[in-house]
Nanobody, 121 residues
Framework: VQLQASGGGLVQAGGSLGLSCAAS????????MGWFRQAPGKEREFVAA????????YYADSVKGRFTISRDNAKNTVYLQMNSLKSEDTAVYYC???????????????WGQGTQVTVSS
């Protein structure tokens, strides 16, 4: 299984950034896809997740209303659109896959390599 995250970078506070995660080696349409993030010195935390079909989405309170998770099962890709970014959103962002939804990092079987998002204030 490979999850390849991309799209990170440096953005000013209030700006937007989009992340992508391309999956291979798994039945993508039978996996919940999640995004997590980890800032230096902090635990990995849940950001968002999306159900197999995309019909259900889940968000951490800290990003609700600003971030949008979506998926394209034909392309085996999950996306995270991040708007109104804040300095506290600075972290390494990871995509993850599992057959069942969870908001804890240890519930996910497969992980991407992470992509850095830096928001300057």
């Amino acid at each position: 299984v490979q999850l390849q995250a991309s799209g990170g970078g440096l953005v000013q506070a209030g700006g937007s950034l989009g992340l992508s995660c391309a999956a291979s080696g798994l039945t993508f349409s039978r996996n919940v896809m999640g995004w997590f993030r980890q800032a230096p010195g902090k635990e990995r935390e849940f950001v968002a997740a999306i159900s197999w079909s995309g019909g259900r989405t889940y968000y951490a309170d800290s990003v609700k209303g600003r971030f949008t998770i979506s998926r394209d099962n034909a392309k085996n890709t999950v996306y995270l659109q991040m708007n109104s970014l804040k300095s506290e959103d600075t972290a390494v962002y990871y995509c993850a896959a599992d057959q069942e939804y969870g908001s804890s990092w240890y519930q996910y079987d497969y992980w991407g390599q992470g992509t850095q998002v830096t928001v300057s204030s």
